[in-house]
Antibody, heavy 125, light 107 residues
Framework: EVQLMESGGGLVQPGRSLRLSCAAS????????MHWVRQAPGKGLEWVSG????????GYADSVKGRFTISRDNAKKSLYLQMNSVRGDDTAFYYC??????????????????WGQGTMVSVSS | DIQMTQSPSSLSASVGDRVTITCRAS??????LNWYQQRPGKAPELLIY???SLQGGVPSRFSGGGSGADFTLTITSLQPEDFATYYC?????????FGQGTKLEIK
C-alpha cells in the first residue's frame, strides 16, 4: 500500500526550530518529486515547498523562504522540513504529498496524488 | 505568483443535484490545473489532474473542464459523501498556489 506518514509536529515557541519528517512506503520514492502543504486551523491549503527526485530543484512559498528548508534522503525513503525562526502564522497542519509525475515517464504535469495524514505544528509562547 | 480564485466560496445543494464550481487563474496556466476534495478532519484527495483527467478510483460523476485561465469542476447527481470542501490548484509555475476553497453543504 502506498503510504506517507508525517511526524515531528508539536508545540514550539516563536523563534525556535522544529524538524518534520515524512516516511514513505509502497512506491519507489526516488522516482517522484515530493511536497509539503500546510493548512492553518479553519483555513485553506497552502503549498509550502517542493523538491524534485534528486534534490536538484527546490521551491518555496514566499511566506517560508529563508526560514524553512526542505530535504530528502532517498536511501531512507524520507522527506524532511526544517522549520527555523517559526512564527505564529506557521501554526498549521502540515501534510507531505507525493507528486503524480514519475521520473522518466514523459508525463509533464504535476499533481499531488498521495497525502499523509498530517502533523500539527502549534507556535505559541 | 499566480492567484487562484474559486467561486462560489460556499454552495448549498441537495442529493441528486448537479453542481459546478469555477476556478479562475490570474494568468493563463494552460491545463496545469488540479482539483482536490477534502472532507472534515481528513487529508485532501486528488480528483482531477491536468484540468480534465479523472484520477483513478474517483467516480465518473466528477468531471473537469477548461483551459487557459478559466476552469470548472462539475459533480452530477450529488451523493451524501460529496459534501466536502473543494480546492483548485495550479501547477503551471512555482509556487503551486491553491484556490481559497468551495464548501459544498447539504441544503
Amino acid at each position: 500500500e502506498v503510504q506517507l506518514m508525517e511526524s515531528g509536529g508539536g508545540l514550539v515557541q516563536p523563534g525556535r526550530s522544529l524538524r518534520l519528517s515524512c516516511a514513505a512506503s509502497g512506491f519507489t520514492f526516488d522516482n517522484y518529486d515530493m511536497h509539503w502543504v500546510r493548512q492553518a486551523p479553519g483555513k485553506g491549503l497552502e503549498w509550502v515547498s517542493g523538491i524534485n527526485w534528486n534534490s536538484g530543484s527546490i521551491g518555496y512559498a514566499d511566506s517560508v523562504k529563508g526560514r524553512f528548508t526542505i530535504s530528502r534522503d532517498n536511501a531512507k525513503k524520507s522527506l524532511y522540513l526544517q522549520m527555523n525562526s517559526v512564527r505564529g502564522d506557521d501554526t498549521a497542519f502540515y501534510y507531505c504529498a507525493k507528486d503524480i509525475r514519475e521520473r522518466g515517464s514523459g508525463v509533464y504535469y504535476d499533481a499531488f496524488d498521495i497525502w499523509g495524514q498530517g502533523t500539527m505544528v502549534s507556535v505559541s509562547s | 505568483d499566480i492567484q487562484m480564485t474559486q467561486s462560489p466560496s460556499s454552495l448549498s445543494a441537495s442529493v441528486g443535484d448537479r453542481v459546478t464550481i469555477t476556478c479562475r487563474a490570474s494568468q493563463s496556466i494552460s491545463s496545469y490545473l488540479n482539483w482536490y476534495q477534502q472532507r472534515p478532519g481528513k487529508a485532501p484527495e486528488l480528483l482531477i489532474y491536468a484540468a480534465s483527467s479523472l484520477q483513478g478510483g474517483v467516480p465518473s460523476r466528477f468531471s473537469g473542464g477548461g483551459s487557459g485561465a478559466d476552469f470548472t469542476l462539475t459533480i452530477t447527481s450529488l451523493q451524501p459523501e460529496d459534501f466536502a470542501t473543494y480546492y483548485c490548484q495550479q501547477t503551471y509555475s512555482s509556487p503551486y498556489t491553491f484556490g481559497q476553497g468551495t464548501k459544498l453543504e447539504i441544503k
